[in-house]
């Protein structure tokens, strides 16, 4: 099955940033459909993006939007979130996910508008983001 390991997390002032990093296994990074979510204390899960190993427009919450970006680096099988103007909401433990064939998964998300957890199969450790 899949495997998700993500890196990257740590404390930050407002206004910093930060890259988190999400190692996919190799065999399943092709055509992966990858999500961030986050989840802070005694808050539901969030999601922030979803994107596509493939190439497809990442899917986006309107929260983050203006402030982040997501890249990739296919020869280490890795997906980036490059977290910029980062402030204290941002707090939350960060997860990767992953849903599944990137072009069936993109459009549902898509066509839904919505970043669902339970679409996403598999998930990563989690990696703390703590701003103040």
């Known amino acids: 099955h899949v495997q998700l390991v993500e890196s990257g997390g740590g404390s930050v002032q407002a206004g910093g940033s930060l890259r988190l990093s999400c190692k996919v296994s190799e065999t399943f990074y092709t055509k992966a459909c990858i999500a961030w979510f986050r989840q802070a204390p005694g808050k539901e899960r969030e999601g922030i993006v979803v994107?596509?190993?493939?190439?497809?427009?990442?899917y986006w919450a309107d929260s983050v939007k203006e402030r982040w970006t997501v890249s990739q680096d296919d020869a280490h099988n890795t997906v980036y979130l490059h977290m910029d103007n980062l402030a204290p909401d941002d707090t939350a433990v960060y997860y990767c996910?992953?849903?599944?064939?990137?072009?069936?998964?993109?459009?549902?998300?898509?066509?839904?508008?919505?970043?669902?957890?339970?679409?996403?199969?598999?998930w990563g450790q989690g990696t703390q983001v703590t701003v103040s």
């Open positions: 996910a992953e849903g599944g064939e990137a072009a069936i998964c993109m459009s549902a998300v898509k066509g839904a508008g919505v970043m669902r957890p339970a679409a996403f199969a598999y």
């Open positions: 994107m596509s190993t493939s190439g497809d427009t990442p």
